[in-house]
């Protein structure tokens, strides 16, 4: 069933059809959530498929990469991880051109197909003891493409999923996205820990590490058709307008708008992967926890931490995103040492799990949010380009470098100063909201005449 939002499209003015500003009738509040549910679904499949890499790198990292220490192994593949996120800058203008000048809906399907094409590369690959130094390089053919891909995802889908959400539970809804995001983070895991238990660790190594990327080459071109029955948000004259998707129209009149995203999304990228993808390792490596326990350890916290983002998000409602933004900041300055130096010491998996929980609702103040708020700095004419792009390059430089400059840091013998890192860039994004304007009466998606 296609999901038609009744609100005008494009977010700039988005009072219901009933008539008052944040009041809706039941038909247009499942018509929006509809929209929601379909828009989020594909977000899933996309980031299912982009971190099954993270994931299962501890079993494939000798297949493309000359034997020798695991860790430095694992750095090889940690910086291939990097590498995708250094094509997510060309993703984000790429595909916000697209969304502001042919639509989001549109933008949305390409890149859902963009990331099928990638994991099914990976899941077919030959290895180094096959084609030699080939066998790294299409891995990283394929990880830059698959970065591109969701270089655009993330500004399409913010940028659709905000522009349909219920005004007045902007947050609660916009967290969706994330609840999404962070749900393919967690089917990857618990994938990776079926397998765990089923398979060999031999088998894992040898070819079971294929199976999550061919599963989400499928599962990517059901995204796909579910994606085709969405209703588009821009509106006709919107997309014609010449300034649309215009990086000329971004930087002359949005410049300030542009480098406070890029400000906080830094620090929030980085604190977001510090505990998600890197955490993992982090609890094998440095904890000294057993492969499988680490895999449980995670697939739990996960679940839990995408749980906890509607909850923070229907908290932003009240609070605000600002407010929200700057105890992020707070709160990761001054928790991470802390929290990273304690799991260092743990003898037990559930203290870890715990110390992980507290560390994840730290997060979640900006990761509930962090599509909406970017959606509500930019008006409708730029707002997928303003968002993807902003964001693409503080994560491509601050999110997906994290596990390379841990892995790096602890090779050097100073894994402590990736706790410094991480805290002076959360003290940063506190600093930079404090130019924040109150998005709930400022915001370009809060327009009203």
């Not at 094509?87 to 203008?93: A, C």
């Not at 061919?214 to 599962?219: C, E, F």
């Not at 830094?266 to 609890?283: D, N, R, W």
């Not at 707002?383 to 999110?399: C, D, E, Q």
Request: charged share 15%; glycine share 10%.
């Amino acid at each position: 069933m296609t999901a038609t939002p009744t609100s005008s499209p494009g977010g700039a003015h988005p009072t219901p059809a009933s008539g008052t500003p944040g009041h809706y009738t039941a038909h247009e509040k499942r018509d929006r959530i509809l929209a929601i549910v379909g828009a989020s679904s594909g977000n899933l499949v996309e980031w299912f498929d982009f971190y099954v890499y993270a994931f299962t790198a501890i079993y494939f990292a000798h297949a493309f990469f000359p034997k020798g220490d695991p860790t430095v192994q694992l750095l090889n593949t940690a910086g291939v991880f990097a590498a995708g996120f250094l094509m997510r800058p060309i993703g984000g203008w790429l595909f916000g051109r697209i969304a502001d000048r042919k639509g989001r809906k549109t933008a949305m399907m390409i890149s859902v197909l963009m990331m099928c094409g990638g994991s099914l590369a990976i899941a077919f690959m030959p290895t180094y003891e096959t084609i030699g130094v080939m066998a790294p390089t299409l891995l990283l053919l394929a990880r830059l493409f698959q970065g591109l891909s969701v270089g655009g995802e993330y500004g399409t889908s913010a940028t659709y999923m905000s522009e349909v959400a219920l005004r007045g539970q902007r947050g609660f809804y916009a967290s969706f996205q994330y609840v999404t995001l962070i749900g393919g983070q967690l089917l990857a895991v618990l994938v990776v820990a079926i397998l765990e238990q089923t398979l060999t660790d031999a088998q894992m190594h040898d070819w079971g590490w294929r199976i999550p990327f061919m599963a989400g080459a499928a599962t990517a071109v059901i995204a796909f058709y579910l994606r085709r029955s969405l209703a588009e948000t821009a509106k006709a004259d919107q997309l014609d307008r010449k300034e649309s998707g215009s990086m000329r129209e971004l930087f002359a009149k949005h410049t300030k708008a542009f480098l406070i995203v890029l400000g906080f999304t830094a620090g929030g990228s980085l604190a977001f992967y510090t505990y998600t993808t890197y955490m993992q390792k982090y609890l094998v490596l440095s904890v000294g926890m057993d492969k499988k326990v680490a895999s449980t350890v995670m697939t739990a916290a996960l679940f839990v931490y995408m749980c906890m983002q509607p909850l923070f998000g229907a908290l932003s409602d009240r609070i605000g995103r600002r407010t929200s933004m700057l105890w992020f900041g707070v709160l990761g300055a001054l928790g991470t040492w802390p929290i990273l130096t304690a799991l260092k010491g743990v003898q037990s998996p559930y203290a870890a799990f715990g110390l992980i929980i507290v560390a994840m609702a730290i997060v979640s103040l900006y990761t509930s949010i962090g599509g909406l708020i970017k959606a509500e700095m930019f008006p409708p004419e730029i707002r997928a380009l303003g968002v993807g792009l902003s964001y693409a390059i503080g994560n491509a430089i601050f999110g997906g470098s994290a596990e390379y400059v841990a892995l790096s840091l602890k090779a050097a013998n100073v894994e402590s100063a990736f706790y410094v890192y991480v805290s002076v860039m959360c003290f940063f994004a506190f600093l930079v909201c404090f130019l924040m304007p109150d998005l709930r009466r400022h915001g370009h998606l809060n327009d009203v005449h």
